[in-house]
């Protein structure tokens, strides 16, 4: 059964506590005088953190030697700032200095100075810290103190212009400029175009009250654009040789040619036809149009990419037509479009692979035979495929990391490293990290290389394979692909086959074992598990009181992981490009992905993948795969057996629905 959900969202901390507890009596009175300290630190925090009334004096007597306490009172003042005295927060932040949350307790007292209107300790304490809602608090500090200048005009006209609601703080700074008429037409114009670019039609409204009529007219025409680009350009009721208009049918073409391309060239001939476009404006259009084509993989990309002048033809055209002739096999034209690329693009592996291919397809074996055999001796995905077409050992190049046990002691000595690891003990996952960064600060490539060994020591996963990456330790691979948490992947792999390279190498992909990793779309923790899909997939496995903040425990995350890949194993029969594919971007995308692309190699397959990201993800997580399969076994699958050709569309008609 599943733990219930820990309150304010602290996962698993009273859980890995009571654990650590446990083997702390068992280690003997100075392990369990240490635990006792976490214990009260961890139910103090939450106390105070829940708003409860919390003796901080007392407890920094009783756990005065205890590294973390400055934490508390950090706490306690935050929560009481508008009720606490000047001197005695500034005392905090003169005795912690070193803290790193010490600018997080002074920019707090800052605002809340400034709520209070007290704008004279406001100014006497302003350390120049960033972000909006700040800088308007300044600007009405000074205004205060010394009245508005020309430079406080510009400053507040500067945050005034810009795609977005600024914080209810600026309210009264832009109430000023307005006042003062301060904001030109030529600048309220500039606003709503970048806020209508953005998308954000109903603050383009808001705002339009503070236009001048003509502008207000353009901005309805515009609306108009937003709402149907197809009939307000095939039918516009503006004069479109004007700036304004000019403005507006680049807006609409590029929205259109987002959605429909065929009829953005259709009314990209008539404009051309009626003489509405000037030249550059034309071929730049038509220029948007042909590479949203591309991405899309229309049939007609390269045939509009084609009837470009040469004068409107971009490397970014460059690399799209070389793309689109990949996805068709067309070796020929694939050669002559890699020549084309500048020569740094050229020189990427991706392309030098693909150069190589298409000499061999075209007859220039021996020169084709030349480029996989220096690709063959890199390690990535590029050179593992390299490897495969020449049937060669794949090149791992693994340099262990060097150890310097004198410098490891050294750095583990510091006061932020130590509060980093204590932090880490009791499953404080976000301010281990902040430790541990600030303490680190000023380290040297050296010094970030025994950081490494020091994080491999304490089993941080996470933070060792950053260190090693700020060292430049690009080939310790023991430092860059841990073998994390061994047995939770092995008792989540019990009993269902699973493919254990394969699950390390997509948790390395996902959240590079970071157990409280948050993605942009909400997705959680080491397998980066969306909670819809976690919870249905914890129904299946018959898990009861399942929550979502139960993802960022990691026993729970690998385990529903493991569960939703050897699922999309299932479905997809065992390729391990599709299931990829799908544990990224779902599995109804990649079943049309098989319907647009049947029947291709896998290779060619994955280059088609509409979405460059998950193009990308393939890749790294096939790469990884072998590397993992390096450390576990010794010797690598190769990745030819994962490179048949894709199946046909027919075949997912039977797969079954999914996530």
Not at 37 to 44: E, G, L, T
Not at 437 to 465: F, K, T
Request: hydrophobic letters at 40%.
């Amino acid at each position: 059964m599943l733990r219930p959900c820990l309150k304010s969202g602290v996962v698993m901390k009273r859980y890995l506590l009571l654990l650590v507890f446990a083997v702390g009596l068992a280690a003997g009175p100075a392990g369990a005088a240490l635990d006792e300290q976490r214990a009260r630190f961890v139910n103090a925090w939450d106390d105070i953190r829940a708003g409860k009334s919390v003796d901080v004096d007392e407890l920094e007597r009783t756990l005065a030697d205890y590294p973390l306490t400055p934490y508390l009172r950090f706490h306690e003042l935050s929560r009481r700032l508008s009720q606490t005295s000047p001197e005695r927060i500034q005392a905090f932040l003169d005795a912690h200095a070193d803290l790193p949350i010490s600018g997080q307790l002074a920019y707090r007292w800052q605002l809340s100075l400034a709520r209070q209107g007290d704008w004279e300790v406001f100014r006497a304490v302003d350390r120049g810290q960033g972000g909006a809602t700040m800088e308007c608090y300044r600007l009405r500090a000074e205004r205060h103190a010394q009245g508005v200048s020309d430079d406080w005009l510009d400053r507040a006209r500067a945050l005034w212009t810009v795609a977005y609601s600024q914080p209810n703080a600026c309210d009264p700074v832009f109430a000023e400029l307005y006042d003062r008429k301060a904001i030109s037409a030529e600048r309220g114009w500039e606003r709503v175009s970048l806020i209508m670019q953005a998308g954000d039609t109903g603050l383009a409204r808001a705002l339009s009250g503070r236009l001048e009529r003509n502008e207000r007219r353009w901005l309805e025409y515009w609306l108009q654009v937003t709402a149907n680009p197809e009939r307000a350009l095939a039918d516009p009721g503006f004069d479109v040789s004007t700036e304004r208009g000019r403005q507006l049918v680049n807006d609409g073409f590029r929205r259109l040619g987002a959605r429909d391309q065929e009829r953005a060239m259709a009314l990209l001939d008539r404009y051309r036809d009626r003489g509405w476009l000037e030249p550059e404006q034309d071929q730049a259009l038509r220029r948007h149009v042909a590479l949203r084509a591309a991405y899309s993989r229309h049939e007609n990309a390269l045939d509009w990419f084609d009837a470009l002048p040469e004068a409107a033809v971009t490397d970014q055209v460059r690399e799209w037509a070389a793309r689109v002739a990949l996805g068709r096999q067309d070796w020929t034209r694939l050669l002559g479009g890699i020549w084309a690329l500048p020569p740094e693009e050229q020189g990427r592996a991706e392309w030098r692979y693909w150069k190589a291919q298409s000499l061999l397809r075209t007859g220039e074996e021996s020169r084709g035979q030349t480029l996989l055999k220096e690709l063959a001796g890199e390690r990535h995905y590029y050179g593992f495929l390299a490897a495969d077409a020449l049937g060669l050992p794949y090149s791992m190049n693994h340099r262990p990391g060097p150890r310097d046990d004198a410098m490891v002691d050294r750095l583990a000595e510091r006061p932020g490293v130590q509060r980093a690891q204590e932090f880490l003990a009791i499953g404080f996952y976000e301010e281990a990290r902040r430790e541990w960064h600030a303490a680190l600060s000023d380290a040297d490539a050296a010094e970030w290389a025994q950081a490494a060994q020091l994080a491999r020591d304490w089993g941080w996963y996470d933070r060792m394979i950053h260190a090693a990456n700020r060292a430049g330790l690009h080939d310790a691979l023991e430092l860059r692909f841990p073998l994390a948490y061994r047995e939770l992947m092995a008792a989540a792999g019990r009993g269902n086959e699973l493919d254990l390279a394969l699950a390390y190498a997509l948790m390395r992909k996902e959240s590079a074992f970071v157990p409280d990793a948050r993605s942009r779309v909400g997705a959680l923790g080491l397998m980066q598990v969306m909670p819809a899909t976690g919870s249905r997939v914890a129904e299946r496995l018959g898990l009861d009181q399942f929550q979502t903040n139960h993802l960022l425990e990691p026993d729970t995350n690998v385990r529903l992981g493991a569960a939703y890949l050897q699922q999309m194993l299932e479905r997809f029969q065992g390729n391990l490009i599709m299931a990829s594919a799908a544990y990224n971007a779902g599995p109804n995308r990649v079943d049309g992905w098989m319907q647009r692309n049947a029947g291709q190699p896998a290779e060619v397959w994955i280059e088609n993948i509409t979405f460059g990201e998950t193009r990308d993800y393939v890749k790294s997580v096939l790469a990884f795969r072998a590397v993992f399969d390096w450390q576990l076994y010794g010797e690598p699958r190769r990745l030819a057996g994962a490179m048949p050709l894709m199946p046909g569309a027919e075949l997912q008609l039977a797969l079954g629905d999914g996530d």
